[in-house]
């Protein structure tokens, strides 16, 4: 992020006597908002973690194609290329989870950083 800060930036976008109320509120509202959503993204990461590993076990059976002679040669190919499928789905919605995580956390420290000399506000 290329913003200095985040209160000031607040305060910036904010007009009126209470506007380094209002940034502080914001600030804190945002960050138990982030905090949340990273807990949930992270148990979701967690099913689909095991989702992608549950999809390379399967592939790995396609392969041999269960165990079994192949006897049809259309459908062997047609199973492989399906379960490829679901472990390349699985994998980049892996990815895509954490990226947000990242994000997130990314988000999160800045937030909290904050850069409010005196932060401590009385009305």
């Not at 006897?71 to 290329?81: A, E, G, S, V």
Request: charged residues 30%; proline residues 2%; glycine residues 4%.
């Amino acid at each position: 992020m290329e913003l200095k800060n985040f209160l000031a930036t607040c305060v910036a976008k904010i007009s009126g006597e209470n506007s380094k109320v209002k940034s502080l509120k914001i600030q804190k509202k945002a960050t138990a908002y982030i905090k949340s959503q990273i807990s949930a993204k992270e148990a979701t990461a967690l099913d689909l973690e095991t989702i992608a590993e549950e999809a390379e076990e399967e592939m790995a059976m396609i392969i041999v194609n269960q165990g079994e002679p192949i006897t049809n040669n259309k459908q062997y190919i047609k199973n492989l290329l399906e379960g490829n499928l679901s472990v390349v789905e699985a994998k980049e919605n892996l990815a895509d989870q954490i990226k947000d995580i990242t994000f997130l956390k990314d988000t999160l420290a800045y937030v909290k950083k904050g850069d409010f000399p005196n932060a401590e506000v009385t009305n």
